[in-house]
């Protein structure tokens, strides 16, 4: 590669040559810029010292109120989600990444997120916010993906699975460079992901394959299924060691779902071929168990709603907007409108169970291990993405529709 | 990462004082037009989108996220701007293909016009990127800021450029 980086530095110098002298440039615009915005300064300058103020209070504020609360040892937050949620801001003198670490059993179920002032420090917090601190002090800067326990989480870079603690317990398959094709298994323990023979694929694409690894065990490969190619490409949606089977989707090149598989990991049949059912698909995601598969704007439905398919091909029943996100046992679904409402619905009878604050839109939506409860993650367009990841809120949703609101102006890792 | 002079800089630049922009931006102009005739290829059309990046930098610091380095956001504007005169109708039709460099005066070795070659085939964000880290120097973190991109994926695009030209390059080679 350094051979390479030379090569380039030269082959760039020998192009830049023929830009010439640039002497004198420097100045020439500097002057011609501030000449060109003479008339309007003083009012731009006092409207930018204005806002300037209230964006460095905001984010002040933003980060010293995450802080303090997930510092506390009750909940993070307990406000109820309003179109608004508002902050009783307490100037911090200097914001610190958070110290204290995790302290809940290994089992009991969190969110990991970026800690709010070192983005590569993993930070946790249960889901009913009643404990919160350290996972890891570094390893998050390039993203991450944890269970759905939050118990062990894949790292972007060396392929490596950690537990809670932050120490390397196991290595996923790195045959794909690509990113994260994987998805984590039901249990937990095990990691589906597809990789393929060339860390960059080919244009025209090269079989992908199916396999599984957990922390303690060999990884297999479990079947050939789906492609990777140079501008497409194929991953998992679903993956359950429980049911015996995961959701494997071929994306286009433009990310629509082109195709999707449902594989019996214990044998690695193919136990369903959308292409042989005539389905066209396009936008696809499905519960954890893989017992629903939710299909935007596809063949079997109108444009702007969602069908959901049984494993077997079957129509289940349609969802207004498009389902963004499955509850653990498949009844609640996180669906978006064309407005960009967010909303959580029962779609076996189409009941509204919560609607989001007016104004925040989706990011992503993680389901709660074992129960009907969702965390929701919406952007709000007040935060400044400073980091690798865009601020989110967190709400935890259940199914009466109470919601609580855990998580403010964090970078979340699901 | 922002240094505190430069967010001290920013601040002052942003309050209206024009030492301070000038110190802050300054040093950024050469390689912003660096960048700007590496997309466009024309000394002229590259000094207007940087004079217009000068300019438009000058209006909108105050829209500078805190903590986005000064750096990668100004070779963000250049580069939005590049895009916009590419875009142009008189651009296209009086360019040769899209990410051909000029003509060379004089015949360069083998090896280096398949190298150049091979950088002219390159789609053109995919150049960029290269650009950005191994000719200006900008870490993997710049680049990614200055392209919108997660630093993960700057850094697939750049290893992803560096395979094309190079395909024997092993794995582990990956910036």
């Given at each position: 590669?350094?051979?390479?980086?030379?090569?380039?530095?030269?082959?760039?110098?020998?192009?830049?040559?023929?830009?010439?002298?640039?002497?004198?440039?420097?100045?020439?615009?500097?002057?011609?810029?501030?000449?060109?915005?003479?008339?309007?300064?003083?009012?731009?300058?006092?409207?930018?010292?204005?806002?300037?103020?209230?964006?460095?209070?905001?984010?002040?504020?933003?980060?010293?109120?995450?802080?303090?609360?997930?510092?506390?040892?009750?909940?993070?937050?307990?406000?109820?989600?309003?179109?608004?949620?508002?902050?009783?801001?307490?100037?911090?003198?200097?914001?610190t990444p958070m110290a204290q670490t995790l302290h809940v059993p290994l089992t009991t179920p969190v969110m990991l997120f970026h800690d709010p002032v070192a983005s590569d420090q993993i930070d946790g917090i249960t889901w009913d916010g009643t404990a919160s601190g350290r996972v890891a002090a570094t390893g998050g800067a390039f993203g991450l993906l944890p269970n759905p326990m939050g118990t062990l989480y894949a790292g972007f870079s060396g392929s490596g699975i950690y537990d809670r603690s932050g120490q390397l317990v196991a290595r996923y398959d790195s045959g794909n460079q690509k990113g994260f094709a994987g998805w984590w298994a039901d249990d937990g323990r095990h990691y589906c992901q597809l990789v393929s023979a060339s860390a960059l694929p080919p244009a025209g694409g090269e079989p992908a394959t199916l396999r599984l690894s957990a922390p303690g065990e060999t990884s297999r490969a479990v079947a050939q299924v789906g492609s990777m190619g140079d501008q497409f490409g194929a991953g998992v949606v679903a993956c359950s060691v429980l049911r015996d089977r995961a959701m494997v989707v071929q994306w286009n090149a433009d990310g629509s779902s082109r195709q999707f598989w449902v594989v019996q990991l214990s044998t690695g049949r193919i136990l369903l071929d959308s292409a042989r059912l005539g389905i066209t698909m396009r936008q696809i995601v499905?519960?954890?168990?893989?017992?629903?598969?939710?299909?935007?704007?596809?063949?079997?439905?109108?444009?702007?709603?969602?069908?959901?398919?049984?494993?077997?091909?079957?129509?289940?029943?349609?969802?207004?907007?498009?389902?963004?996100?499955?509850?653990?046992?498949?009844?609640?679904?996180?669906?978006?409108?064309?407005?960009?409402?967010?909303?959580?619905?029962?779609?076996?009878?189409?009941?509204?169970?919560?609607?989001?604050?007016?104004?925040?839109?989706?990011?992503?939506?993680?389901?709660?291990?074992?129960?009907?409860?969702?965390?929701?993650?919406?952007?709000?367009?007040?935060?400044?993405?400073?980091?690798?990841?865009?601020?989110?809120?967190?709400?935890?949703?259940?199914?009466?529709?109470?919601?609580?609101?855990?998580?403010?102006?964090?970078?979340?890792?699901? | 990462m922002v240094s505190n002079t430069e967010g001290s800089l920013r601040d002052r630049a942003m309050a209206g004082d024009e030492a301070a922009f000038e110190a802050l931006a300054g040093p950024l102009i050469e390689p912003g037009l660096r960048l700007?005739?590496?997309?466009?290829?024309?000394?002229?059309?590259?000094?207007?989108?940087?004079?217009?990046?000068?300019?438009?930098?000058?209006?909108?610091?105050?829209?500078?996220?805190?903590?986005?380095?000064?750096?990668?956001?100004?070779?963000?504007?250049?580069?939005?701007?590049?895009?916009?005169?590419?875009?142009?109708?008189?651009?296209?039709?009086?360019?040769?293909?899209?990410?051909?460099?000029?003509?060379?005066?004089?015949?360069?070795?083998?090896?280096?016009?398949?190298?150049?070659?091979?950088?002219?085939?390159?789609?053109?964000?995919?150049?960029?990127?290269l650009f950005m880290h191994f000719y200006l120097d900008l870490p993997i973190e710049e680049v990614a800021a200055a392209l919108g991109l997660s630093p993960a994926a700057a850094k697939a695009r750049i290893y992803r450029a560096c395979h094309r030209l190079r395909p024997d390059l092993v794995q582990e080679d990956a910036p």
């Open positions: 590669m350094n051979d390479l980086q030379r090569e380039l530095r030269a082959a760039f110098d020998r192009q830049q040559a023929e830009l010439g002298d640039t002497s004198g440039l420097r100045q020439r615009m500097l002057r011609k810029a501030m000449a060109a915005n003479e008339p309007r300064r003083s009012q731009v300058f006092r409207t930018a010292v204005g806002l300037a103020a209230v964006l460095v209070a905001a984010a002040a504020v933003g980060t010293t109120v995450i802080i303090r609360e997930l510092s506390h040892s009750g909940p993070a937050v307990t406000s109820t989600p309003s179109a608004s949620p508002s902050l009783n801001p307490t100037p911090s003198a200097a914001a499905a519960s954890a168990d893989g017992q629903y598969i939710a299909d935007f704007g596809g063949s079997q439905g109108p444009a702007d709603e969602t069908t959901i398919y049984s494993p077997s091909g079957s129509v289940l029943g349609h969802a207004p907007g498009t389902v963004q996100a499955f509850s653990w046992d498949g009844t609640l679904v996180v669906v978006t409108g064309s407005d960009g409402s967010v909303s959580v619905i029962r779609w076996r009878d189409g009941i509204h169970v919560w609607n989001a604050p007016h104004g925040l839109t989706f990011y992503d939506a993680l389901p709660d291990p074992g129960s009907q409860q969702l965390a929701v993650a919406l952007r709000n367009t007040d935060y400044q993405q400073t980091g690798g990841f865009p601020p989110v809120d967190v709400y935890v949703v259940g199914p009466d529709g109470q919601a609580t609101q855990l998580l403010k102006r964090v970078e979340v890792a699901f | 700007a005739y590496s997309m466009l290829g024309d000394r002229s059309e590259a000094e207007d989108a940087t004079q217009e990046a000068v300019i438009r930098a000058w209006r909108k610091l105050h829209q500078l996220r805190p903590g986005t380095p000064v750096r990668a956001w100004f070779f963000a504007i250049v580069a939005n701007q590049c895009r916009n005169v590419r875009r142009t109708r008189w651009f296209r039709l009086t360019r040769i293909e899209p990410g051909q460099y000029p003509a060379r005066p004089s015949e360069p070795d083998v090896e280096h016009l398949d190298l150049e070659r091979g950088l002219a085939r390159l789609p053109e964000h995919d150049r960029q990127a």
